[in-house]
């Protein structure tokens, strides 16, 4: 399938019309930022790593039964993906205490709580993602009680096998953030990427950051630290 239209242009994606209704092509960009874009910077290969990362994730979660928009990796940096009707919301899922939520409630970055915790965020750059709860979502009909009920099953799956999966790459799966949509035929599916920009994966001998925060904390390379994340993968995925 060839690219077509651009139909999305974000701040680390661009999704392109194919000539089917029912697909796109995702391509990840180099561009990286942080602080709602107030950060901004280019990193040579992170679109090709995100994207060879992601690909592996998904590749993995589909074979562990939960659908994904993910059909193939066609280039270095592009994606076919099922088209998808999106929800204006962002979940996430908190292994161990990090970033926004360290800092709102002052709890010291690296306490892990008694259960992982699920948050949701309404997508919106220009309100900053701002948190909402089951209630909101229903009420204002971001989504049915049905399908929010559906996610947060799929949340602790994907929480649980990726868990399992990065801890045989030596890596905390410290949190992350998902998004879903339904397909062409209404099935719900996650949607969009799973990699370092959008988790924190904290090294588990020496709990050196393996994500963005190098980046949006100037912590070290972000290229070194992507390169190992997916060698890591590859070696668990493709070597057994
Ligand atoms: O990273 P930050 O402190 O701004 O936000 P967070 O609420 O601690 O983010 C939790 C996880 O979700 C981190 O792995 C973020 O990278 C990811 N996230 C994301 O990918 N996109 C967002 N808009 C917000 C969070």
């Known amino acids: 399938m060839k690219k077509q239209t651009l139909i999305y ?3 680390s994606k661009q999704i392109f019309a194919t000539e089917s209704q029912n697909f ?3 391509t990840y960009k180099d561009d990286e930022t942080a602080y709602f874009g107030v950060k901004k910077s280019v990193i040579p290969n992170k679109g090709m790593l995100n994207s060879k990362i992601s690909s592996l994730i998904f590749q993995y979660l589909e074979r562990n039964g939960i659908h994904t928009h993910y059909v193939e990796q066609l280039d270095n940096n592009e994606q076919l993906c099922r088209r998808a009707t999106t ?3 962002e979940f996430i899922a908190r292994n161990v205490i990090a970033g926004s939520l360290s800092r709102r409630l002052d709890i010291e970055e690296g306490t892990v709580p008694e259960q992982p915790i699920y948050e949701i965020c309404l997508k919106s750059d220009a309100l900053r993602d701002p948190m909402i709860n089951g209630y909101h979502v229903v009420a204002l009909g971001l989504a049915k009680e049905e399908t929010l009920t ?5 949340m602790q799956q994907i929480n649980s096998l990726l868990t399992e999966l990065l801890k045989k790459s030596h890596i905390d799966l410290i949190d992350f953030k998902v998004e879903f949509g339904f397909d062409s035929e209404g099935n719900l599916m996650l949607i969009d990427e799973i990699s370092p920009d959008t988790a924190r994966f904290w090294d588990s001998e020496s709990h050196e950051h393996l994500d963005r925060d190098l980046f949006s904390r100037d912590l070290g390379d972000v290229e070194i630290a992507y390169k190992e994340v997916l060698s890591r993968l590859e070696n668990v995925l493709q070597n057994g």
């Open 9 to 11: 242009n974000g701040k």
């Open 24 to 26: 796109v092509i995702m």
């Open 87 to 89: 929800l204006p919301l």
């Open 150 to 154: 559906q996610i947060l099953k799929i």
